[in-house]
């Protein structure tokens, strides 16, 4: 297993190191290599976090996306997903512009700090469950250098489950729902929500009035 990765971007500044090069699991680093095959200027790695150093507000989703941050090397940044996230970080005042296309683009997030449960482009955007588990070391690791205050907001049952496993509770332990509300271990709060794909957003499972609401309700 390769060190946990501990390189956080923030928007100015390097916390720790990241370790781009972590091929841990065989299935993913092969479709990596056959995406910068297919894809030369596509970030085609692992996906560091991104965001503020000290936030209230750890958002977790689920992995990079293939024309998202695959391409970019930002979380939800060029993606569809991060069409509804950014525009509303950004009606909250928790975030400097309402898109983020490019991770060149100046974007800051105030307050809040975006991850996800696997830092590798899984296919069909779907990672098994060990490799889950093989990232999981890098959801630990990022959890404890969070503030104490700082609540967790997980973006699907997926990501849901991996912070279950970051502390060590069984899946059983709490359920996930839209806008549920649960106490860590640690005091931390957890609230989930439906991710914001377009799947979801099309088909209006998730509204733009709904996903106010769960930010507000995460951030307090």
Sequence with gaps: MVAPCAQWQNNSKTVSEFNAGCRTCPRLASYLKQTKRE???????????????????????????????????RPFTG????????QTLFDLGLASAPESKDAD????????????????LPPQNAPTTEEVK?????????????????????????AHDA?????????????????????LPDGRKLIDSYHCSRYNTQTRRLTPEMFSDVLKQAIR
Aim: overall charge positive; proline content about 7%.
């Design 39 to 73: 894809q030369p200027t596509y970030h085609a790695a692992p996906v560091p976090s991104f965001g503020d150093a000290n936030p209230k507000l750890l958002i977790v989703g689920l992995a990079p996306g293939l024309h998202g941050a695959n391409k970019t090397g």
């Design 134 to 158: 093989n990232c999981l070391p890098y959801l630990v690791d990022e959890i404890k250098n969070l503030p104490e205050s700082c609540n967790l907001l997980a973006l699907g049952k997926l």
């Design 163 to 183: 912070v279950l496993r970051a502390y060590g509770l069984k899946l059983s332990a709490l359920k996930f729902g839209h806008a549920a509300n649960h106490t």
């Design 105 to 120: 683009d100046g974007l800051q997030l105030f307050g809040v700090r975006i991850t996800n449960a696997v830092k590798c």
């Design 79 to 86: 993606d569809a997903s991060g069409e509804l996230l950014f």
